[in-house]
């Protein structure tokens, strides 16, 4: 939902995401394009295929919270960013993403 946005905002937003979930601890389903965005925001990325629409990979973020402008910059997140590329690829050359 914030890909249309400049990234300063839309990093404020996701700040303010991730400030409420700590919070209130709701359940979030969130649908990005963004690699980079799944990574800061979640615990567990689902990668989806198309037509049908179908779970076909997961990674399973291990990196604590609370989250900020200094984990985006950090060896982890980069790690996990590299990860969760890898499942994409993998999925997009089966066909299925």
């Known amino acids: 939902p914030f890909a249309a946005l400049d990234e300063i905002t839309r990093f404020k937003l996701n700040n303010d995401l ?3 979930w700590a919070q209130r601890r709701f359940t979030v389903i969130f649908v990005t394009h963004s690699v980079y965005e799944s990574v ?3 615990e567990r990325i689902l ?5 049908p629409g ?3 990979g997961e ?3 291990d990196a604590p919270y ?4 200094a984990f985006r910059t950090s060896e982890t997140y980069n790690h996990w960013c590299r990860q ?3 499942e994409l690829q993998r999925a997009m050359q089966l ?3």
Request: glycine share 4%; net charge positive; charged share 25%.
């Open 84 to 86: 969760a590329s890898a």
């Open 47 to 51: 990668v989806m295929a198309a037509r």
């Open 66 to 69: 609370p989250r900020d402008d």
């Open 54 to 56: 179908r779970i076909v």
């Open 95 to 97: 066909g299925e993403a």
């Open 40 to 42: 800061y925001l979640s």
């Open 18 to 20: 991730l400030q409420l």
């Open 59 to 61: 990674v399973r973020i």
